[in-house]
């Protein structure tokens, strides 16, 4: 057959997707490797996608997405972070994914790089170089594993566009402060760059506050990706949403059209009672994540089994290096085969994550007991 184009081979394979795929065609595996919220959808969220699909609410709508939602995510970021937007810089996308794909595709050429975390969520590597693009990594280090401004500066070249920015963070749970955040966005103006702020998890915050970039933003550098899959468990119903600095307009009507042309109706249906709708569920699903990070805690802490305590997301980061033997993917494998436990390996979100692993927060108490004290304890 004709060959493939030469940098499709450069998308880093998953490593969580391999743990995922092979815990499938097993037997009573307590699955805590993909962050997959385990709280049911609030009836008036159910009933407004079922009520769009039985009303034929089925035709194609605006590339944007519905004016309701658009404006609902509006008036939510106005209300919850202060920030000003309207509704021509707001855009519906099949999830946080596509929003990553979206802004990257606005900002990278060939051979541009993108500066991500590492550890960090592994679109965030993948999206660069499925556009020809290179994401260089900046290390996270314990014991914060806070951004070195510093650091980062130092990595930036004639060919740096962006630089990625996660709070709260996937895999590891920080909450970036008002301060970091604000270090990064001036490295970013001195260096005429763009930040794709990823805040998908921003309502399941425990420590702290969240504070968004697009807020101390003050001169329209920030694309902002947000998502109602984690915070309203809806990660099967593909809504979320980019925000955009003025003047994009037209452009992203294009981009819209030649990706996706727009988003499911129901779909959005959905989301917009989410957004509008009574927010006890999110309350209720925060609320259990922190309980199981006190039990997990508490487990790992009878093992002597070190962990990074999260602030805000649903993962709880943890140190496997005395068992892991310097190849943590290969070690999570064998986990898996052996007592039927689904981790993710550190190692799928960086070089940094080695030696480490991420387990979902999301997840029954018992699944949680269950698959930690499988891990080896430490001398």
């Known amino acids: 057959m004709p060959r493939i184009a030469h940098h499709i081979d450069a998308v880093p394979a998953s490593g969580i997707r391999r743990i995922f795929e092979i815990a499938l065609q097993l037997d009573d595996v307590a699955m805590l490797a993909v962050g997959e919220p385990d709280q049911p959808v609030a009836q008036h969220i159910l009933d407004a996608g079922a009520a769009a699909w039985l009303a034929d609410d089925t035709s194609y709508g605006p590339n944007g997405g519905l004016p309701a939602l658009r404006d609902a995510f509006v008036e939510q970021q106005r209300r919850e972070q202060g920030v000003e937007l309207d509704r021509e810089r707001v855009w519906v996308t099949v999830g946080g994914t596509q929003a990553i794909h979206l802004a990257m595709t606005l900002v990278l050429q060939p051979g541009d790089e993108v500066l991500v975390p590492d550890p960090g969520y592994t679109t965030f590597s993948m999206a660069p170089a499925m556009l020809s693009a290179r994401a260089v990594p900046y290390a996270l280090q314990p014991p914060t594993f806070l951004p070195d401004v510093d650091a980062i500066r130092a990595l930036v070249t004639d060919r740096t566009r962006a630089i990625v920015l996660n709070t709260p963070s996937n895999p590891l749970g920080v909450v970036l402060p008002r301060e970091t955040i604000q270090a990064i966005l001036d490295l970013a103006r001195d260096h005429d760059l763009w930040v794709v702020s990823d805040e998908v998890y921003e309502h399941l915050v425990w420590a702290g506050a969240h504070v968004s970039p697009q807020a101390l933003d003050g001169d329209g550098r920030v694309l902002g990706v947000h998502s109602v899959s984690k915070s309203y468990a809806m990660t099967g119903a593909r ?29 959005q249906r959905a989301a917009l009672a989410a957004l509008t709708g009574p927010q006890d569920a999110v309350a209720v699903a925060r609320e259990h994540y922190r309980a199981n990070l006190e039990l997990a805690a508490g487990i790992l802490a009878e093992a002597g089994i070190p962990h990074l305590t999260p602030d805000g997301a649903m993962y709880l980061w943890i140190d496997v290096s005395h068992v892991s033997g310097g190849d943590v993917a290969a070690w999570a494998e064998r986990l898996l085969l052996q007592d039927r436990v689904a ?37």
């Open 239 to 267: 809504v979320g949403f980019l925000t955009v600095p003025s003047g994009l307009a037209e452009r992203m009507r294009t981009l819209q059209e030649a990706i996706i042309s727009c988003v499911a109706s129901p779909d």
């Open 343 to 379: 981790v993710a390996p550190g190692s799928a979100f960086g070089r940094s994550g080695e030696g480490w692993i991420r387990i979902c927060l999301a997840a029954r108490p018992e699944t949680i007991e269950r698959g930690l004290r499988a891990l080896p304890t430490r001398p």
